[in-house]
């Protein structure tokens, strides 16, 4: 905490606290003036008139606030990708940067392209994003809108009725009054920039939903991508066990009949009867999985899917790119919307303290109105009904319990809240990008050394069966080189999926899909 707050110490330019001390001085100097000549006389003599005043503000709108110049934080990450046995050169070359590549563009499969666009319709957490953006849209207009004066029109009748008693001429007397009135409520000159503070920080607030739209839209299309995968591997694991049931079942069949005729015995049948069993386990077993995955993937779109969108299994075509180039980190990590948004928050914070420090200022408020009032409602317009009324108030706290500085302060730890998520967001980040590059290293090793071992075990299992009909070996021999034949082939489909997930994920934490 202390090293934040030093940063932002020397960094917060000092002629802002010169600039600070010497408004103190020139406030204070300027508060004895009209306390002793009055505030009320000061104002009485015409110095100021409605109008000007009303000018004077407007202008003021655009005047700096008290708010520490921002300065952007040094990313906390080395500035290169981690290097070593897990990792790999770089050898894609990009035409652009991977957050510049579209959905539409990385993911070609037609199927997935349709699903993406239906969930990025009917997803419901989208939804709640745009409308999250759309409040804060009008949040920041009210607090903007205090920069300007509220003209309200007004018009009144006041009819009343005075007892005799109290009448003056002891007889009763009924009194009644018309106002036609076009006046300025409570509003805030913005010497000090208390307003345009507040301002500033519902900008940044409104900023940081919108790049929390775009997180969303990125983790949506990543998501359906990754159910769409999940869904084609269990399908095609499913299909596979349901290959291993017909292949198992034939050889039960056959042992059977081997056994009934007395050729083999009962160990032998019940070796293959477990075959059969476990097949049939895997066939129930991913039943469930795949309307699960179903489910799973009705929910991220938000409509259910149609049949004909669903894979049937893994594809190698399902994007356009089969490598991509992650670039620099103070390139790629900075344009990250969920770090765009971290800093929006962060600039926001910053202006908090702006207005907290104004709030040791005083406070001038204006009301006034100009109009027409008359005890006839047809003398309501004429020339000597003309009424005006001109309220300024000048308020300076010379006491308040410790509120403001409180303010101050908390407003300071806000600052250094903000600092510290935003370098945790870049912290994050960094360690997503190289988890998935690590991955990407060595992912094609493990499948091509999957693939081989499949291919071998499927070897081994045409000889063992060979054997067995020579009778050369005896049926366990069958049994074990056809179950790791399974294993081989269901870890072959685990890795083909591992291998499409990374890139997915790899253009997902690179900023691509918004």
């Not at 292949?247 to 075959?275: C, D, H, I, M």
């Not at 995955?293 to 409509?303: F, K, P, R, S, T």
């Not at 591992?498 to 997902?508: A, D, E, G, P, S």
């Amino acid at each position: 905490m202390k090293k934040y707050k030093a940063f932002f110490e020397t960094q917060s330019n000092k002629a802002t606290e010169v600039s600070m001390s010497k408004k103190y001085k020139t406030t204070t100097t300027t508060i004895k003036a009209i306390q002793l000549n009055g505030l009320s006389k000061f104002l009485s003599k015409g110095f100021f008139s409605v109008a000007q005043l009303l000018c004077v503000s407007i202008l003021l709108a655009g005047c700096s606030t008290m708010a520490p110049k921002y300065e952007q934080p040094a990313p906390p990450v080395p500035a290169a990708w981690p290097s070593g046995a897990a990792y790999k050169e770089v050898t894609a070359k990009n035409e652009k940067p991977v957050a510049d590549i579209p959905w539409q563009e990385f993911f070609v499969d037609p199927q997935l392209q349709k699903l993406i666009a239906l969930a990025l319709e009917n997803n419901r957490d989208l939804r709640v994003a745009v409308l999250n953006i759309e409040r804060s849209r009008a949040q920041y207009q009210i607090q903007r809108a205090e920069l300007f004066p509220k003209v309200d029109a007004n018009a009144n009748a006041d009819f009343q009725r005075i007892a005799e008693n109290f009448s003056g001429t002891g007889l009763p007397e009924n009194i009644h009054q018309y106002r036609l009135a076009l006046g300025v409520s409570s509003y805030e000159l913005d010497l000090f920039g208390r307003v345009r503070s507040l301002k500033d920080q519902a900008l940044e607030q409104y900023l940081a939903t919108e790049q929390a739209r775009r997180s969303v839209q990125i983790s949506l299309v990543s998501q359906v991508a990754s159910a769409y995968l999940i869904l084609a591997a269990d399908r095609e694991r499913l299909q596979l066990a349901r290959e291993t049931l017909a292949s198992q079942q034939q050889s039960y069949n056959l042992t059977k009949r081997r056994y009934e005729g007395g050729v083999s015995s009962a160990l032998v049948l019940n070796q293959a009867q477990t075959s059969v069993d476990a097949a049939r386990v895997d066939i129930a077993r991913y039943t469930t999985l795949t309307a699960q995955d179903e489910n799973a993937l009705n929910l991220v779109v938000g409509a259910p899917v149609p049949a004909d969108l669903l894979p049937q299994s893994l594809t190698a075509a399902l994007t356009a790119l089969q490598d991509l180039s992650p670039g620099l980190p103070s390139d790629v990590l900075l344009r990250r919307p969920d770090i765009l948004q971290a800093e929006n928050l962060l600039k926001g914070a910053n202006a908090n303290i702006g207005a907290a420090r104004a709030a040791f200022f005083p406070r001038i408020t204006l009301v006034s109105h100009v109009g027409f009032g008359s005890d006839e409602l047809g003398s309501l317009f004429d020339s000597g009904a003309f009424v005006y009324r001109f309220a300024p108030q000048i308020s300076l706290p010379i006491f308040d319990g410790g509120s403001n500085q409180a303010n101050l302060t908390v407003s300071e730890v806000n600052r250094d809240i903000a600092v510290a998520q935003y370098e945790k967001a870049i912290q994050t980040a960094f360690r997503e990008v190289a988890d998935a590059l690590a991955q990407r290293g060595t992912i094609d090793e493990q499948l091509a050394a999957q693939q081989s071992l499949a291919d071998a075990t499927s070897g081994s299992y045409e000889l063992s069966r060979a054997r067995y009909d020579k009778g050369v070996d005896s049926y366990l021999t069958v049994l074990d080189s056809q179950r790791s034949l399974y294993a081989a082939q269901q870890n072959l489909i685990s890795t083909r999926l591992t291998r499409l997930t990374n890139l997915l994920t790899l253009y997902k934490v690179l900023g691509g899909g918004s």
